[in-house]
């Protein structure tokens, strides 16, 4: 099985695609930049889905949904939002087809067009802010924490699975606040319980910053988020958090009545993640034999192949693993007993290597009579007999050693390519030869940030919250620098 995946020194695009599609996670559709998600790529969608919509939920989120299509006017209200979208706009100019008199099939039918597009939502701040206007009146109906799962577009030209995809699944928090100061806090709150997710259940270090201001979200005052190294030493965003001002609600005119009566524009925020994250997952863990999955988020945790021959050998089998699986469920981890008999022992062992399920487990009758189990674990491939006897209880532990195990070894890998750069000359060396965050000065403007990024496909990925001040000079324009921020090239 392995020798079908490209290998990651080969062509690690290659080899990420080939994951993609021979893990079963996704497939690619009939519409040009869209994907089909497949069973087990939206099985381990909906675990992560599942926690963050738990952490939601306990910080007093409610979930909601709202139109697929926004009116073009709306978009037209907040003039940074519109400039920062309009270029990834899909737009719904008629409503009805009709039969080619022509004998061409069908066509678009001149007579139904509508009197105002429809915007096929890349983001739904405006026509959720449309809506707070009538929610909204007094102080008492804030804070307004409302949530959604939905899918957006934003037309992409150059599209890759997971990563970057015309259509994707995301859930987008937006809420109302009667002050800043308010505001700021859930901003924050939100970006803390991304990055927890990240580290705590994807087993992925992030570090958590600020945007500069070219990279901030179209229509934010701040743009918080999480940054993720990959294997190949690019960066990927794992989720933002946008303190947004009253930017929205004043152009929507969402007011409410304070305490002393007066009239005021609320403070808003807004934050988001995606399937995206399904991408950072593979690129932070998987290797050349398949995918690697974290114990806390893999669709199986746990998969059993039994090895018999003739039925009363598998009839034994069946008994004793029936009751493991069931101790296992009763421990809340997610096991299958592939007992079918389509396919050979080795086979599976191949394919659930490539599925990247984290503990397999292969019994035969001789192991029956041994009173052991021979148990593998997907992210070292190292195999053990174990006991029989309490065997439940020691695949829990080690499904909580594989899942340490897994978020050391990334951080590891993310804290060993966070280079400290003084100079134009060192930044490029680091970026051509080693990759991963550089650490270095920057004068603050936006025109030497332009310029590093033209001459070197790297971005600005963040200011890390409790940055250090130190003085320094900017390493394009030998201008002052009141601290580092961390440059990287990025997916």
Not at 75 to 86: N, Q, R
Not at 113 to 119: D, Q
Not at 238 to 260: I, P, R, Y
Request: proline fraction near 4%.
């Amino acid at each position: 099985m392995s020798k079908e995946i490209t290998a990651r020194s080969e062509d690690y695009s290659k080899w990420y695609n080939d994951l993609v599609l021979k893990g079963g996670l996704a497939d690619y559709s009939a519409v040009k930049g869209c994907m089909v998600i497949k069973p087990y790529g939206f099985a381990l969608w909906e675990a992560m889905r599942d926690v963050l919509d738990r952490k939601f939920k306990e910080t007093g989120h409610q979930n909601a949904y709202f139109p697929l299509f926004i009116p073009k006017s709306f978009l037209s209200k907040e003039a940074a939002h519109v400039e920062g979208f309009a270029k990834e706009c899909a737009v719904v100019t008629h409503y009805r087809l009709k039969n080619d008199p022509d004998g061409g099939g069908v066509i678009v039918d001149p007579e139904a067009k509508l009197a105002e597009e429809l915007i096929v939502r890349p983001t739904s701040e405006t026509i959720i802010w449309n809506t707070y206007k009538d929610w909204i009146q007094s102080y008492r109906d804030l804070p307004l924490l409302i949530n959604q799962w939905a899918n957006v577009v934003r037309w992409e030209m150059r599209t890759r699975l997971f990563l970057r995809t015309t259509e994707f699944l995301w859930q987008e928090g937006h809420t109302a606040h009667a002050t800043a100061d308010e505001a700021i806090a859930e901003t924050e709150q939100m970006l803390n319980i991304y990055a927890d997710f990240a580290e705590n259940y994807m087993a992925v270090p992030v570090v958590r910053g600020l945007k500069s201001p070219s990279e901030r979200f179209a229509g934010a005052v701040e743009t918080y988020c999480v940054e993720a190294m990959m294997q190949d030493g690019k960066a990927l965003q794992a989720g933002t958090s946008h303190f947004l001002g009253q930017n929205f609600a004043k152009a929507f005119d969402v007011q409410f009545s304070n305490k002393e009566n007066k009239l005021e524009h609320v403070w808003a925020t807004s934050w988001g993640v995606s399937t995206r994250l399904i991408g950072a997952l593979i690129m932070v863990h998987s290797d050349d034999d398949g995918l690697v999955m974290p114990p806390k988020i893999a669709p199986i945790q746990v998969v059993i192949v039994p090895i018999y021959k003739g039925p009363d050998q598998k009839a034994g089998l069946d008994e004793k693993v029936n009751a493991i699986v069931k101790e296992l469920r009763s421990a809340g981890i997610s096991v299958k007993y592939d007992d079918s008999d389509n396919n050979r022992p080795g086979w599976k062992f191949a394919e659930y290597e490539m599925k990247g399920v984290p503990v397999r487990i292969a019994i035969g009758a001789r192991d029956l009579e041994n009173n052991v189990a021979e148990v593998t674990r997907r992210d070292t491939k190292e195999k053990m007999s174990l006991s029989l006897d309490g065997l439940p209880t020691r695949i829990q532990e080690l499904l909580e050693e594989i899942q340490l195990n897994l978020f050391n070894k990334a951080k590891t890998f993310r804290d060993s390519h966070i280079t400290r750069v003084d100079t134009f000359e060192e930044f490029e060396k680091v970026l051509d030869e080693k990759g991963g965050f550089v650490s270095a000065h920057w004068d603050g403007t936006a025109e030497t940030e332009e310029q590093i990024k033209d001459r070197t496909k790297a971005t600005i990925r963040c200011i890390p919250l409790d940055n250090p001040q130190e003085a320094g000079t900017c390493i394009l324009t030998g201008k002052p620098s009141k601290e580092r921020v961390l440059f990287a090239r990025a997916y």
